[in-house]
């Protein structure tokens, strides 16, 4: 678990699209984004119209609570942290995470047959 932190200081460094995907599938992720203003948490449980977004940027010990417990299949995940539904009209940020949905799998699905 010690991992989760040191990816989510690691990707402060990152200068092109700052993120950490963790997937179960292809349709069911979370992801942080970073940025100089803190964290934003994304995630989908299901289809592309069950897409949500937190309200507010977030910091590292908030994410990795999250990560955590995600990793472990706790639904109290979310803990005290506010999300609001991604509009469907933006299909260009659906699909970047579609696609990055995607890779995760497979990699998780490499690595696990390793």
């Not at 200081?9 to 699209?17: A, R, S």
Request: hydrophobic share 40%; net charge positive; charged share 25%.
């Amino acid at each position: 678990m010690a991992d989760v932190n040191k990816a989510l200081l690691d990707i402060q460094n990152v200068k092109q699209y700052p993120v950490i995907i963790l997937a179960h599938n292809k349709t069911n992720y979370l992801q942080t984004i970073y940025s100089k203003e803190g964290y934003v948490l994304k995630y989908q449980c299901g289809s592309v119209e069950d897409r949500f977004i937190s309200k507010d940027n977030l910091n590292i010990d908030k994410i990795s609570k999250a990560f955590k417990l995600y990793l472990q299949s706790n639904i109290l995940w979310k803990g005290g942290i506010e999300f609001e539904k991604i509009n469907k009209t933006k299909p260009a940020s659906f699909r970047l995470g579609y696609i990055a949905g995607s890779i995760a799998v497979k990699i998780s699905k490499f690595f696990k047959h390793k």
